[in-house]
């Protein structure tokens, strides 16, 4: 059994640029793509335009291009709640500025909005989230040189030490709220938040008088509120290379909480993930993901296949050869959803047949 203190190391696996880009480009990159026709997409290596559909298909699409059509790049929500360093938050920091500058805003003001309102991220690793903090923070003094002087922080937490606040010593809505936060660390984003109200929240913690037994709990306390804003919240993109770990892995408390919550898809971490994103992204939104390949063929995942191929669209689906490149321990796919359905083709490539080199663009 793995335990918590070991899960980072245990379920990282380094998402390679090129899966990122893919990722990306085809789950953000096409919500603008999908309302503006004209929007350059040259520099977008590995966005799969839409195959043919049929007319029916068509009118559906459409009508779904008009929501998006207007919508403000301020208004672009994205998270990774598995972001490990950052990589994927990155990139996306990228596609966004093109997204920004394409409406007319200045490279300075763009930053800032980006990491104030676009992008959001979680993890159970305190130090992988301090590495994505300072690679967002870095991108925008590179777009910005006065960028570190405005006040500008991440929408990023960790959820490590989060359960330490004994509750018993909390009263009323604070204590209802803080045992949510219970066993955060091992459980990471695949917690379900009941409804808060924030301002309420908010003052609260503001009003909070420590004493000699609960002492430091406001910092944590406040913490836990960054945590509750980004993962109570719908998205309209998640990106997510998320953990992978079988049953047989899993601590008890880790196995039975998965068989509590999404007791149809418990043989795997990232199956319950799959599930947890949808339950996050607005409906029409989009989810890219690196995962095992093994949902699509092994019976253990049937329902896991059926759910997806019933409730939402597969748009691209990339599966690789078994050993595609030296950081994947298991064999693994590349896909994106809508988080709707519809009857459309997608874009299926299977190169089992391409050995070695999978890392280079």
Known sequence: KISKENIPAATQLFTPDWIVRYMIENSLGRIRADGHENFDKSEWKYYLEE?????????????????????SPEDIKLIDPCMGSGYILVYAFDVLMQIYLSQGYTERDAASLIIKKNIYGLDIDKRAYQLAYFALMMKGRASDRRFLTRGVKPNLCNFQELDVINTANL???????????????????????????IDELTALIDEFEEDIFTYGYREILLKMLTAYRIISQKYDVVCTNPPYMGSSGMSAKLSDFVKKNYPDYKSDLFSAFIIRCTQMVKNDGYLGFL???????????EKLRNYIYSNKTIEALIQFEYSAFEEAVVPI??????????????????LTDLRGGMEVQ
């Open 171 to 197: 009263n009323g809505v604070l204590a209802d709220f803080a045992k949510q936060f219970i066993n955060a660390d091992t459980y990471g984003s695949l917690l379900e938040t009941k409804k808060f109200d």
């Open 291 to 301: 995962t095992p390949y093994v949902w699509m063929f092994i019976q253990s995942y």
């Open 51 to 71: 195959a043919e559909q049929e007319e029916s298909v068509k009118a559906q699409l459409e009508e779904i291009r008009a929501e998006y059509k207007n919508i």
């Open 333 to 350: 796919c590349t896909f994106v959803l809508k988080n709707s359905k519809v009857n459309k083709k997608g874009c299926y490539l299977r």
